[in-house]
């Protein structure tokens, strides 16, 4: 079944700690994206990427990074600059040039700081 | 002013029930418009678009005044699986780039 897979479900930081969260998708999108929820709120966009080799900077990109080596994966690392990372985590992806860009999104990791 | 702004709720129903949301929007070059429904915990998924002219799915009614600026879902004889959280999603251009703007979500509670 075609889908986007997230791991962990669950995930710990210790203070100083990079951490990376993992995305992969089989849809065959050229459009990836990280977005990030606190409790009660909306999504925000960290990052997000529309081709191979390429990303742009969300609204709250300060303190993680990505890559983008391959078109199934868009992995996010959240460093130690990030001072208040937790949160729910959700990964999705969209076909590049859709008029309704729907989209798929994976199940979400929960980051907690130790 | 927000972008995207939903009543947060919480919507207290009981079984039966029609119900309606509301969200408004600021950027009047907004070209797309989407509510998805979210589980605790869970991730988002798409309940429906909206078009200009309003449309149907079931249950379940969208319609975007572009006028006005707001977007409405309406959810009629409701179920106590429609408790969820509803997300009202935005799309605009912000220079070339398609951006998709979300709300902050709007709770529904379904009573037995």
């Known amino acids: 079944d075609g889908g986007i897979t997230q791991s962990p479900k669950y995930l710990f930081r210790k203070e100083g700690q990079n951490v990376t969260l993992s995305c992969e998708q089989n849809?065959?999108?050229?459009?990836m994206y990280w977005y990030r929820q606190d409790p009660g709120q909306g999504l925000r966009l960290i990052y997000y990427?529309?081709?191979?080799?390429?990303?742009q900077k969300g609204d709250i990109a300060e303190g993680y990074s990505v890559s983008r080596e391959k078109k199934e994966s868009f992995p996010l690392t959240v460093t130690s600059a990030q001072k208040n990372p937790t949160a729910f985590y959700l990964c999705?992806?969209?076909?590049?040039?859709?008029?309704?860009?729907?989209?798929?999104f994976g199940s979400g990791t929960q980051l907690s700081v130790l | 002013r927000k972008e995207v702004e939903q009543d947060p709720g919480p919507f207290n129903v009981p079984e039966g029930a029609t119900v309606a949301f509301n969200c408004t929007y600021s950027?009047?070059?907004?070209?797309?418009f989407f509510w998805y429904r979210q589980d605790c915990r869970k991730e988002p998924k798409l309940l429906m678009s909206?078009?200009?002219s309003g449309n149907e799915d079931g249950r379940f009614t969208a319609q975007l005044n572009r006028a006005s600026q707001y977007i409405s879902l309406l959810i009629r004889d409701s179920k106590l699986s429609d408790s969820a959280t509803y997300l009202c999603?935005?799309?605009?251009?912000?220079?070339?780039?398609?951006?998709?703007?979300f709300g902050s979500g709007t709770q529904l509670t379904v009573l037995p």
């Open positions: 999705a992806s969209s076909e590049r040039e859709a008029t309704n860009e729907k989209l798929f």
């Open positions: 849809l065959n999108h050229d459009a």
């Open positions: 990427s529309q081709i191979v080799n390429d990303f």
């Open positions: 950027n009047s070059a907004s070209q797309s």
């Open positions: 909206v078009y200009s």
């Open positions: 999603v935005v799309n605009s251009y912000s220079g070339s780039a398609r951006q998709l703007t």
